[in-house]
């Protein structure tokens, strides 16, 4: 069940970080701030995933 | 103002599907039925009409599923670049009588795109759930590949879409390219069976990483291989800003020109 | 409350459209510059009601889309508080397939509305377009009247800041504009803002606050909607005959135009017996007297009047041409014109006269002078006979018993 965890946690951490740009910035601005994280995140997921199966031992 | 984006965007995509059914008899339920019936057709005709073997199974259903995973994703994919390049000239009525927020359109294409999606592989899910395959952690990378899919898709979507009010070859030229793009990418295909120098070539298309990885999650309850799919990240996003820098730069021109 | 700061937008006028493209990467230059708009600012403030005038091609259009926001402008901001909505084109974004009810859920939907929101305001938008029984029909099924009762109705139950009406309205039934007008000072009335883009000048005189005259792109005049009108009249004469007209106005809100073959050199009300008033009687017998030059011998002229009351209205206008008296003038001689009225059927209240010599049927063809306001009167009510209104009609009233 550590995926789940790990998912769900990426997952709302960067909703609220989204949420908290989105009425900081206004504009162009704010889109690129989203693309930005938005990357960042994915990159996250794809680059964490075989540690975490590594550590619970899946992979 | 972002309230108002949202709601237009919800009313722009729920009026895609009752538009798409509007006067049948059993309404949305066409939205369940086409989708199944196409899954129940690449299973049962290439499984056991055509008795076709995935190499290395010798799972009877193997290879129909092999198809069927990897043309749902492509279909959101081919149909997001499609319609996200002809948007400006389909909703041309709206765009140039209403003030419509030009991106909130992309985001209604693909929103639509992955309500589709979302019905064909949760129909993909329960027939195999019927046919006793067992759950594995993959499967909780689905809904990111398909969103760095649909990323890669607007960011192409969005400058063809944009080129395409300028030169309007563009979107002929785009449907030609998707049509060779799905043969180029193993869908119906195996990679193996082909000759060495495509196999090189294959590093090259986007697409072929994301299907691996559909099918590594359902065919061989394995994962996606990762280090490509963080590159194809970084790079998706990188398009899909310089997309929308060009939009931006060229969006006075676009209205002026609709 | 709408603010727009100098706004400016040009169109660049290009053989194809990739020649855009062609211009970005080449740094060359492919098209023609239009000029649509030149430095236009006016704000509209809550409860004003501002109405656009202008020729075909002046830039109404352009500046009725930069204010919603359907193109961007190159220089120059414009701010609304709030909303803006308004019957741009009739039932834009409508489905011909879906129903009335669908309609109002997509309309609201492309307006930024939410469902729920529209839901709430479902009841109401209905009631207003009294098409209840209609609402689950496909619109194909409507007339264009219908169609235009339902996009008001959405329109207006948008909770706009700003509405902005053109010549859509005039689109539905008498009994619906009058009931549009009614829900339009209504929503003025609470504070709204109001564009009035129209070619009759009437309505722009009686419905604005205030207007603008538009020509070619720029500002021409701005402020009191009747100056602005007789300005856009002056202009329609200029066009269409293409010379110079020599223009002249005044603060009283007289202006006068004219090629001046012909100068108007004074307008005259009499009464009866030749003297000069101020006041006239209604239904008493009126004159009115114009003294004009000429400066050209000219084989057929037409001399005009218009009366109009208070907001600038025309009540009644007559001129030779229609009375089937040609007058024909000579060089440098001075002729007076006498219109004699033996009953001046109007009612009480001020007017004003405004007075024209032109060629044929109508000033636009070619003007010789044109006087605006000429001469102001009052007409009071006689002792003998009191009725209200304009028009001071004479009925017989008659009692038949039933049985």
Not at chain 3, 318 to 323: A, D, E, G, K, W
Request: with cysteine.
């Amino acid at each position: 069940m550590i995926e789940l965890f790990f998912i769900t946690g990426w997952t709302v951490i960067v909703v609220l970080a989204g949420n908290f740009l989105r009425k900081r910035f206004l504009g162009a601005k704010r889109i690129y701030m989203l693309l930005a994280l938005n990357c960042l995140y994915l990159v996250g997921i794809f680059g964490c995933y075989p540690l975490v199966l590594q550590i619970s031992g899946k992979l | 103002m972002v309230s108002s984006r949202i709601s237009f965007i919800l009313e722009m995509t729920r009026r895609d599907f009752v538009e798409r059914f509007a006067g049948s008899i059993l309404g949305s339920l066409w939205a369940f039925i086409f989708p199944l019936v196409n899954l129940l057709v690449y299973l049962i005709v290439f499984g056991k009409i055509i008795g076709a073997r995935l190499p290395g199974t010798s799972d009877m259903y193997a290879y129909g599923i092999y198809i069927a995973v990897g043309i749902i994703p492509w279909g959101s994919f081919s149909n997001t670049v499609t319609r996200s390049t002809n948007i400006f000239s389909d909703k041309k009525n709206i765009i140039t009588k209403l003030n419509t927020p030009l991106p909130s359109l992309f985001v209604h294409v693909s929103l639509s795109e992955a309500l589709t999606f979302i019905i064909s592989i949760t129909l993909m899910f329960i027939i195999l759930a019927l046919k006793g395959a067992s759950f594995h952690c993959g499967y909780f990378l689905l809904p990111f590949v398909f969103y760095l899919q649909q990323i890669l898709a607007i960011g192409i979507g969005l400058l063809t879409a944009s080129l395409s009010v300028f030169i309007t070859d563009i979107r002929q030229l785009v449907s030609v390219v998707m049509q060779l793009w799905f043969w180029f990418t193993p869908i119906i295909y195996v990679v193996d069976i082909l000759p060495d120098f495509a196999q090189k070539l294959m590093v090259l298309n986007p697409m072929f990483y994301i299907v691996d990885g559909y099918h590594n999650i359902f065919v061989y309850g394995a994962y996606p291989v990762f280090k490509p799919l963080i590159i194809l990240t970084v790079i998706s996003h990188l398009l899909l800003a310089f997309s929308y820098m060009t939009f931006r730069y060229l969006e006075k021109d676009i209205r002026d020109f609709l | 409350m709408i603010s727009a700061q100098n706004i400016s937008k040009t169109f660049k006028l290009y053989q194809s459209p990739s020649d855009r493209l062609k211009e970005i990467i080449f740094r060359r230059c492919y098209h023609k510059e239009y000029h649509a708009l030149q430095n236009i600012s006016f704000e509209v403030g809550e409860g004003e009601t501002f109405g656009i005038v202008g020729q075909n091609g002046a830039g109404k259009s352009t500046l009725l889309k930069i204010l919603t926001g359907v193109l961007i402008p190159d220089r120059g901001q414009v701010t609304v508080d709030g909303r803006i909505t308004g019957l741009l084109e009739l039932g834009t974004g409508f489905n011909n397939e879906f129903s009335g009810k669908e309609n109002i859920f997509l309309n609201g939907g492309y307006l930024g509305l939410s469902h729920s929101e529209v839901e709430k305001r479902l009841e109401r938008i209905v009631e207003f377009t009294e098409l209840a029984d209609f609402i689950d029909e496909p619109i194909k099924t409507y007339s264009s009247g219908m169609i235009m009762r339902l996009a008001f109705s959405i329109a207006i139950h948008a909770d706009p800041s700003a509405f902005v009406i053109d010549e859509a309205l005039s689109v539905g039934d008498a009994y619906f504009q009058q009931k549009c007008m009614r829900k339009i000072k209504e929503f003025k009335d609470s504070g709204g803002s109001i564009v009035f883009v129209s070619h009759s000048m009437n309505a722009v005189k009686v419905l604005c606050d205030r207007a603008m005259l538009l020509l070619d792109g720029a500002c021409v005049e701005i402020g009191d909607p009747e100056p602005v009108i007789n300005t856009y009249n002056y202009l329609v004469a200029k066009r269409t005959k293409g010379e110079e007209l020599k223009f002249h106005a005044s603060d009283t809100g007289e202006s006068s135009y004219g090629n001046e073959k012909i100068t108007i050199n004074g307008v005259q009300l009499l009464d009866e017996q030749g003297n000069s008033v101020a006041v006239a009687q209604s239904g008493g017998p009126v004159q009115v007297k114009i003294n004009l030059t000429a400066h050209e011998t000219i084989a057929e002229i037409t001399v005009g009047i218009a009366i109009r009351d208070k907001f600038g209205q025309d009540i009644f206008g007559t001129n030779s041409f229609y009375l089937n008296c040609p007058i024909s003038v000579e060089e440098a001689k001075s002729y007076s014109v006498l219109y004699r009225f033996d009953e001046f059927n109007i009612g009480a209240g001020k007017y004003s006269i405004t007075v024209a010599a032109h060629s044929e049927h109508e000033h636009t063809n070619e003007c010789y002078n044109w006087i605006d306001k000429s001469l102001a009167f009052e007409v009071v009510q006689s002792g003998d006979y009191s009725f209200i209104g304009l028009s001071r009609l004479t009925p017989h009233l008659s009692i038949e018993d039933m049985e």
